[in-house]
């Protein structure tokens, strides 16, 4: 499709007319959240992390120890929480500021 012929729609934000695609992208990068670790690095679905804290987990009775790795993360939609699985704990959230990634 050639920007002759694309459709332009009124983006209430900025106030300017743009092109129907330019708008989704502009409203996808929007409600994107990063994720960062305890050093910066940017997370993403899927990474391995490891623990820089050790941790005690409520509800399981234990304690997670500095050095864990926790594999395939998943991100929550909220920039300080990642959603872990690990063997014995269901329901693992962890806070970002406490692992790092590998």
């Not at 106030?15 to 989704?24: M, R």
């Not at 994107?32 to 997370?43: C, F, K, P, Q, Y």
Request: negative net charge; aromatic residues 4%; glycine residues 10%.
């Amino acid at each position: 499709m050639s920007a002759e012929n694309e459709e332009y729609v009124y983006d209430e934000a900025t106030g300017d007319w743009v092109t129907a695609s330019e708008l989704a992208t502009r409203q996808a990068a929007a409600g994107a959240v990063e994720v960062r670790d305890s050093v910066g690095n940017l997370l993403a679905d899927g990474d391995s992390v490891t623990l820089v804290k050790d941790l005690k987990v409520k509800g399981a009775g234990t304690t997670l120890k500095r050095g864990t790795v926790i594999r395939s993360i998943r991100l929550t939609g909220d920039d300080q929480e990642i959603d872990c699985k690990f063997e014995g704990i269901k329901g693992l959230v962890l806070r970002a500021e406490f692992v790092k990634k590998n």
